[in-house]
């Protein structure tokens, strides 16, 4: 089969992208697109679930339009959130958001019941508000006892198109409720969570054959056959698949979009205190590997500014504006957690500008500023971490998604970190969707080819290390400012 479809959906927009190979070159051009976002109700944040398996089917209607009468698909989205569905397989409410603060102060809650350093090693997976072990233990109890199945989102979108419940892994690590060790569920949590392992479905690895998409929905909606293949559905997981790593240099990555993912591809995962305290995670990879990396509240910054703006700018010109702004004037630990889903982004900068004492940005050029030069010095923080966990010296740092469109942005980190900066491929995600559906379906053999493949049919940028002036003050700065906050936190 020629054709192979990704359906790349994440948490501000999703797209169809059609991947072929020809003359050892993979190409892809775009199906379909279209917007998403959480929507307020009753004080609390929604995902419109229909509205995506609606948009998907607009997308292979377009395909079928076009001609293209048999395909693959892949499907990926975010993690941690999930759908409940009742016996009959129907859905038993509205997909909660992972940015709704129902989860606020339910790790503490937690926490007096099971310890958070025994939920790290069995599960390796850092302590964030809204992983779904929160999400669970914040809902309803009636209606959580009630639900035949718990399918995180893109599980539902497969089971929306062919009829069968999965929980593919990559994505289920992200839960905190798989045991490194068992490579289950872990029965403790589950328990302390009163949820049973049949309300789960089994566990799935990427590259199985799923199925197909159902006749009635390709008789309805005059859709292409499609041959529903199991991708790594975790984006972040698709993107490091899709990431061309350097095999002679020690490379370690970051998967740049409304969230920075920063860390290493491993064979093993590294559950140790040291790791814990410095709330790395573990998780699974496709092809038994792990992802080694910490959440940095990455462009979900400036996407915020740009939308309270009534999206004025382009994130181009945003980026064009921040060059022409003096660099360093304005720092913000990004991940403090006031940054994570705050009323008004652009006041929850100004107003941890003011309580740390940094002058306070007032124009946009100033508040993109601010944001990029302090995303590149959280990078060189974790970066450091990232060296001291694994015992292992980066020599260069591969950006991959949307980030890497960002020339101001990849340049500051490589002058700030003083190394390499390699920025592509922009579709990192979509790419390693298709790489896992070229490899089930025989085309390439495995990962290391498939990356190779990625690495010939897409264009890198290399950013070399600037002198900067006055990067030590600078940097003893930001250290002040990240560790004040972290305290604090």
Not at 181 to 209: K, S
Not at 448 to 457: D, F, V
Request: aromatic fraction near 8%; glycine fraction near 6%.
């Amino acid at each position: 089969m020629t054709n192979h479809i990704a359906v790349d959906i994440g948490a501000s927009s999703g797209r169809l992208l059609l991947g072929t190979v020809m003359d050892g070159v993979l190409s892809m051009e775009e199906i379909h697109r279209f917007s998403n976002g959480f929507t307020e109700r009753d004080g609390s944040c929604f995902w419109d679930i229909d509205y995506l398996f609606d948009q998907i089917i607009a997308g292979l209607q377009k395909a079928r339009a076009r001609g293209i009468t048999k395909c693959t698909l892949g499907i990926d989205t975010w993690a941690v959130d999930y759908v409940l569905l009742n016996a009959e397989g129907n859905r038993l409410q509205d997909v909660y958001a992972y940015r709704d603060r129902r989860t606020d102060h339910v790790m503490e809650e937690v926490a007096k019941h099971i310890s958070p350093a025994v939920v790290y090693q069995k599960t390796g997976i850092q302590q964030l508000t809204f992983n779904t072990l929160y999400q669970l233990y914040a809902h309803d109890k009636e209606e959580l006892a009630q639900a035949d199945q718990i399918l995180l989102v893109p599980d539902y979108l497969y089971y929306r198109l062919s009829g069968r419940k999965i929980n593919e892994v990559t994505n289920a690590s992200t839960t905190q409720l798989l045991n490194l060790a068992t490579r289950e569920y872990d029965t403790d949590l589950l328990n302390f969570l009163h949820i049973r392992r049949e309300q789960f479905a089994e566990l799935t690895e990427p590259g199985e054959v799923i199925g197909y998409v159902s006749e009635s929905l390709v008789q309805q909606y005059d859709l292409p056959e499609c041959l529903l293949i199991c991708a790594a559905t975790h984006d972040t997981a698709s993107a490091v698949l899709g990431i061309p790593l350097s095999t002679d240099r020690t490379s370690a990555y970051i998967s740049s979009g409304t969230w920075s993912l920063l860390g290493m591809e491993l064979s093993e995962p590294i559950n140790n205190q040291q790791a814990m305290e410095a709330n790395y995670t573990n998780e699974w990879g496709a092809f038994g590997t792990y992802r080694f990396l910490k959440n940095i509240m990455g462009l979900w910054l400036i996407q915020e500014v740009r939308r309270l703006e009534d999206n004025r700018h382009s994130f181009a010109e945003l980026a064009k504006l921040a060059e022409e702004t003096e660099a360093f004037r304005s720092l913000i630990p990004c991940n403090d957690p006031r940054f994570l889903n705050p009323d008004n982004m652009i006041q929850e900068i100004r107003k941890a500008c003011m309580e740390s004492g940094e002058p306070v940005p007032e124009t946009t050029g100033q508040l993109a500023r601010c944001i990029f030069d302090s995303l590149a010095l959280s990078y060189l923080t974790y970066l450091n971490e990232l060296e001291i966990l694994t015992g292992r010296a980066v020599e260069v740092l591969q950006i991959g998604g949307g980030g890497a469109n960002n020339v101001l942005l990849c340049q500051l980190t490589a002058d700030v970190i003083g190394r390499e900066v390699l920025a592509g491929p922009t579709e990192s995600t979509a790419l390693g969707n298709l790489a896992v559906q070229l490899i089930r379906a025989g085309d390439i053999p495995d990962i290391a080819e498939a990356r190779k493949l990625i690495k010939n049919s897409t264009e890198i940028k290399s950013y070399h290390p600037q002198p900067l002036p006055q990067l030590n003050e600078i940097i003893s700065r930001w250290n002040h400012l990240h560790f004040v906050s972290t305290r604090e936190n």
